[in-house]
């Protein structure tokens, strides 16, 4: 019965989604990566994709660029990195619990904001397709890689820039000294909360954008939820890709090639309970978390607050 | 010697902002005052940390700051670097008045200083530490072939050997040292405070230290450390300042002075630390026997890997060793806490591995632990709860279910005056009592008991040398008496006064066990850092096995 997923056109077919899904994952995650490089671990990343996704929907849908609509989505997306900035790193709440909160905030603000602003479900014409000229005509592999909206292709270009942000430049140097070992980097004149701010709102303009990228990109529409715990996925990918870059990259097209199949299965009519295809991807998080659930590369200083002792 | 100072100081071109007033222009004057502190007053709750400091350090100088627990010299030092902000008092660099309201304003004013408890990124490399913090010449973007190159260039002048590349998670205490004053010189520091510095190192890198020191000082540099070591403060500085209580005792010429009369400043009476042994008694009989011990650390990986000593009644048999050899773990599964993954542990002939810690107590073992504050007491409880938490269940301490609160109390104070243990009450919350006086409240809990064997891990660190005299006094009357004590160091001065015996340990396994009055330090030193002597490398070859010690 698994004939049909085996032919080359539906191997293309699902290869090109999956490299399609892996956009808000790959966004999410990278800004993630940051904020934990900077020992803050940030759990409401599905909120601000949330909200994200429902401001870029919402200024495209009164009629605006496509591009201010992502503009708002990284607007947003800072004031949520803030907002998450100032309850964990200056007020040094627990970051676990004050994630959740920021999570069930933006879980709620958007879906309220949608029932009064927009009402019922609609659509928008989002990011098109944009063919890179020449490499798309390649078979196969042109339409898998470069046959995507332009949201996709930003989101594999920030695979490199990230890495050369953490790993080449003075910014990331602080990043990764306050996250291992913030009293040291005080003593050396670093400013530990200038820089958790700084990854936060890095970190949350990039979740928003993952946001947008669903609801002005991929879908096209914006729903109560729409994210459905994908910005869960994102954290457990920094731990996935052991807080590198290439790692969350890899961890992304793993998860979103079994969010292809899933979707696949169910177009192509499989009878597979369409419940387990869908059930999959989370099957994958709590696997794959129980398998790196140790990781000498952890930032020591993750989830821990920071406040200047003796 | 100022040539070489000076091309140094030319790749000093990084952004950062130099210290002001070109106090390393070639022709500083040595001998002049490079900072000077005047009527600094710092209160802490409760207490007065410096009342009314005068300070100074002059350039090529090294000026030791000494005294004991809370004499205020941490405090001072503090101060002065921009941890803590003085609420009376002015500070002067070259003459001139200064204000220094964090780390960034010090390291601008050339103050560096190597705190105690290192200040470094494990997971970075050695140029990453170095260049944390500072201005790149190619902001934003990082240029560590630069510090790289500086790195180099300074660790050649000063006999600071490193390996720029280098993670620090793979570096030696001794060499994340050198990190840290290779981080205060590349800042363009002219002044260094010391912390302790010597407290974690081999003798072979203290002398190295010393070496490195004493180039600093040739080219200008001024040095301060903060020591409560007599030995080292006499054998290295110009001059002495002694706190004691937060008051200036007195600042003196190094040559002028003697340990004992050091001894007496810091404590304000004379003291007794070279009690050695009056007469030797004769070797008892073993009481307690480790045979083959093996044991895993927190992290799963061998600590013991197969450690056979004995220790007889009316002996000292100390275990010297760096750090993180297998001494908390040899401790540890002597008291019962850790378990034992091969190999036997006897007293008096007895087998007790499968002993549970009470049981082992009732069986006469007394443990003084590492982490006092963790694992010696329940900060928590009143003083007179700690004292009798051991037996609290004995018929001397209870009467059925119910705690004998009178017999409690009765004995908490007896205790209290025999062990000189200083606090307000029997009832003050034990965790309001200072290092010293938490370590005698455990020894009175242990020693009180009459135990056969006793394990006493550190017993002295982060302590005030009254207490330290105290207990030595403790230890070396049980001694007497016949007690066998197993007595886990770090610093050899104190073996050395103490022991019978000195084992040495090094990961995990035992190097040897060598009479007191036959070592030295610097062969001591060898073998803590793993070097065979030739006598024992030819034993071990010919026996094809770790010797039996006995």
Redesign the interface.
């Known amino acids: 019965m698994f004939d049909e997923l085996f032919t080359i056109t539906t191997l293309i077919g699902i290869l090109h989604s999956c490299v399609r899904l892996a956009t808000p994952y790959l966004l999410a995650s990278l800004g993630e990566t940051f904020g934990q490089r900077s020992g803050v671990l940030n759990l409401g990343v599905d909120g601000i994709m949330l909200m994200g996704a429902f401001f870029a929907f919402y200024v495209v849908f009164e009629g605006h660029n496509l591009w201010v609509g992502v503009l708002a989505a990284i607007a947003v997306g800072i004031l949520m990195g803030l907002l998450k900035a100032f309850v964990s790193v200056t007020m040094q709440s627990l970051q676990g619990i004050s994630g959740i909160g920021l999570y069930l905030f933006g879980l709620g603000l958007s879906s309220l904001l949608f029932k009064t602003l927009i009402g019922s479900v609609e659509g928008v014409s989002g990011f098109r397709q944009l063919p890179i000229p020449l490499l798309a005509d390649i078979p196969g592999i042109g339409h898998i890689l470069f046959n995507h909206n332009i949201l996709v292709y930003l989101a594999y270009l920030m695979v490199p820039v990230s890495w050369f942000v953490i790993n080449?430049?003075?910014?990331?140097?602080?990043i990764?000294?306050v996250g291992?070992?913030p009293?040291?980097?005080?003593?050396?004149?670093?400013s530990v909360n200038g820089v958790r701010y700084t990854t936060m709102m890095i970190g949350g303009a990039l979740a928003a954008v993952a946001g947008a990228s669903l609801s002005i990109g991929l879908q096209n529409v914006f729903q109560e939820n729409m994210t459905n715990g994908l910005g869960f996925i994102a954290v457990a990918l920094v731990y996935f890709g052991s807080w590198r870059t290439a790692g969350v990259l890899g961890g992304s097209l793993l998860f979103s090639l079994v969010n292809a199949l899933q979707l696949w299965v169910q177009a192509l009519a499989i009878p597979v309970p369409s419940e387990i295809a869908v059930m999959m991807p989370y099957i994958m998080t709590i696997v794959v978390l129980a398998f790196t659930a140790r990781q000498i590369?952890k930032p020591?200083a993750l989830a821990r607050s920071y406040e200047r002792g003796e | 010697m100022l040539t070489g100072q000076r091309r140094i100081e030319d790749q000093f071109v990084y952004g950062i902002s130099r210290p002001t007033g070109g106090h390393r222009a070639v022709n500083f004057r040595l001998n002049a005052p490079y900072v000077q502190m005047y009527g600094i007053v710092k209160r802490f709750p409760g207490v007065m940390a410096c009342d009314h400091v005068d300070f100074d350090v002059r350039r090529g100088e090294l000026h030791a700051l000494l005294g004991e627990n809370g004499a205020g010299k941490s405090t001072l030092m503090r101060i002065l670097y921009g941890l803590y902000q003085p609420e009376e008092g002015r500070i002067l660099r070259d003459g001139a008045e200064v204000t220094i309201h964090?780390?960034?304003d010090a390291?601008r004013q050339g103050i560096g200083?190597i705190?105690q408890h290192?200040?470094?990124?494990?997971?970075?490399t050695v140029t990453?530490?170095v260049?944390?913090?500072?201005?790149?010449s190619r902001?934003?973007?990082?240029d560590l072939d630069r510090v790289e190159a500086g790195i180099r260039e300074l660790s050649e002048a000063y006999g600071l050997q490193i390996d720029p590349r280098a993670p620090v998670w793979t570096l030696s205490v001794g060499e994340r040292q050198r990190v840290e004053i290779m981080?205060a010189l590349y800042r363009g520091a002219a002044m260094l405070i010391l912390d302790e510095p010597t407290a974690v190192l081999t003798p072979q890198e203290v002398d190295e230290l010393f070496v490195t020191l004493g180039y600093m000082k040739e080219n200008g540099y001024s040095l301060v450390l903060i020591s409560h070591k007599l030995q080292e403060v006499l054998a290295i500085s110009d001059r002495i300042t002694v706190l004691r209580a937060g008051r200036l005792v007195g600042t003196v010429p190094t040559e002028d002075m003697t340990r004992q009369a050091l001894a007496r400043m810091m404590v304000g009476r004379d003291v007794m630390l070279e009690r050695t042994r009056e007469e030797d008694l004769d070797a008892g009989e073993v009481r307690l026997r480790l045979e083959d011990v093996k044991a895993l650390d927190v992290t799963g990986q061998p600590a013991l890997r197969g450690v056979s000593l004995s220790v007889q009644a009316g002996e000292i048999l100390g275990i010297a060793g760096i750090s993180g050899n297998g001494q908390r773990e040899l401790a540890e599964v002597i008291a019962g806490l850790r378990p034992i993954s091969g190999g036997n542990v006897e007293i008096d002939g007895i087998p007790i591995t499968d002993w549970s810690t009470a049981r082992r107590t009732e069986g006469g073992l007394a443990y003084i632990p590492e982490e006092r504050m963790h694992d010696g007491v329940v900060r928590d409880f009143a003083v007179s709860e700690n004292l009798v938490l051991q037996e609290h269940t004995s018929d001397k301490f209870s009467n059925g279910i119910f705690l004998a609160f009178d017999y409690i109390a009765r004995y908490s104070r007896q205790m209290i005056q025999d062990f000189y243990i200083k606090t307000p009450d029997i009832r003050t919350m034990t965790r309001n009592l200072s290092g010293g006086n938490i370590q005698r409240l455990i020894l009175a809990r242990e020693l009180s008991r009459r135990p056969k064997v006793l394990v006493a891990a550190q017993p002295t660190r982060g302590i005030d040398i009254g207490a330290i005299e105290y207990i030595y006094q403790q230890l070396l009357e049980q001694r007497d008496k016949g007690m066998a004590t197993l007595l886990i160091s770090e610093d050899l001065d104190e073996l050395l006064a103490l022991c019978d015996r000195i084992a040495v340990i090094y990961e995990g396994l035992i190097m040897d066990v060598l009479d007191r009055d036959s070592t030295s330090a610097q062969e001591l030193g060898l073998l803590m850092a793993g070097v065979h002597s030739e006598k024992q490398g030819a034993q071990l070859e010919e026996q094809g096995a770790q010797p039996d010690i006995q």
Request: without cysteine; proline residues 4%; glycine residues 6%.
């Open positions: 080449r430049t003075t910014l990331g140097l602080k990764r000294a291992h070992n009293e040291a980097a005080d003593t050396l004149g670093v590369q020591a | 964090s780390p960034t390291i200083m705190h290192f200040m470094l990124v494990d997971t970075l990453e530490n260049a944390l913090g500072l201005k790149s902001e934003p973007l990082l981080k």
